[in-house]
């Protein structure tokens, strides 16, 4: 049985503690939280409430700590998590600069523990028919990419904290990291970039960025916002290669080339969970965590989202923040 810690209480929180249900041999045996609120959630859930994930670790036998707190708690709780000896998930981004990360990661390393960040794009049926596309050069080589996440601004946070930047990154860190990460995961590390960003003069953050990434013969373009303005969530791709163009429109991959008709590719997931947030039941998280559980079980590090690329990743994400 692998036993887990659950640091944060709130909607991604709830979204993994329902996800762990669905797997076997693992049960969420206690949580961290300091709000009525958490209280409540605890006692729904039937699981004892501390206000330390080292008060927990004392009082509870866990083998993994789960963090799923704001971004700006990540390093103290994962350090703390570090410092009782135990394995640690985190959410996306591990951290607001790469030194963080490295310092979390150079840690666990030490002490012979592994740290698995939540990057669930990578296992989205729709991307993992793109990197698997990529991966066979089935269509030649990648020529050029766009890649697209839209939505309106997330007014639906609490507290207001991740429209501050030294608690959230702002958009860059919050929402373009999923596709900065799968288009470093794809092509590795660009060799330059640039980027645009604009916004309304009465925000302190910038509401829309346009991105170019170039790697050698292949230029990847993205775009990013919270629009002020209620419009529809888009989360799209459009990939060019040597022999065929594929794309992801409204949830359908579609491969098209000359002389042949379009390639529909299967993406309908067998699983969809319920996740209580802003997202529709989807089976991505199970598969996440699923692949996190047999990394501990096995006591490996993720060789799907590595500490190389999501250091990269940092970087990038600290220049454009700058």
């Not at 996190?292 to 989202?305: A, L, P, Q, T, Y």
Request: glycine share 8%.
């Amino acid at each position: 049985m692998i036993n887990i810690g659950l640091v944060g209480l709130g909607g991604m929180g709830t979204v993994h503690k329902s996800n762990y249900e669905h797997i076997e041999g693992v049960k969420v045996k206690a949580c961290v939280g300091a709000t009525h609120k958490d209280r409540e959630k605890a006692k729904e859930w039937q699981i004892p409430i501390y206000s330390s994930i080292g008060e927990m670790a004392e009082n509870v036998e866990i083998d993994v700590v789960d963090v799923t707190t704001p971004t700006f708690l990540h390093k103290s709780h994962v350090m703390e998590a570090l410092d009782a000896d135990k394995n640690v998930i985190c959410e996306k981004p591990l951290a607001l600069n790469a030194s963080d990360g490295k310092a979390m990661f150079d840690k666990a390393e030490a002490k012979g523990l592994n740290i698995y960040v939540g990057q669930v794009l990578r296992f989205f049926p729709e991307y993992k028919a793109l990197a698997q596309v990529v991966k066979s050069g089935e269509y030649g080589k990648a020529l050029d990419g766009y890649f697209v996440r839209l939505s309106a601004r997330p007014r639906w946070n609490q507290g207001g904290w991740m429209f501050e930047k030294e608690k959230s990154g702002l958009l860059p860190f919050d929402l373009h990291i999923h596709d900065l990460d799968f288009i470093v995961s794809l092509f590795g590390v660009p060799k330059e970039f640039s980027y645009t960003a604009d916004g309304n003069d009465d925000k302190n953050f910038k509401e829309h960025y346009r991105f170019t990434y170039k790697f050698p013969d292949l230029s990847v373009c993205a775009e990013a916002a919270w629009f002020n303005a209620e419009y529809p969530w888009t989360a799209e791709y459009r990939v060019y290669f040597e022999n065929a163009v594929m794309e992801s429109k409204g949830g359908v991959v579609t491969a098209y080339e000359f002389d042949k008709e379009p390639r529909v590719f299967d993406t309908e997931e067998k699983i969809k969970i319920p996740t209580g947030i802003n997202v529709p039941p989807t089976g991505v998280y199970l598969d996440e965590l699923s692949h996190f559980m047999d990394c501990i079980r096995e006591n490996r590090k993720s060789d799907i989202v590595t500490k190389e690329q999501v250091l990269t990743v940092l970087e990038l994400l600290e220049e454009i923040g700058k």
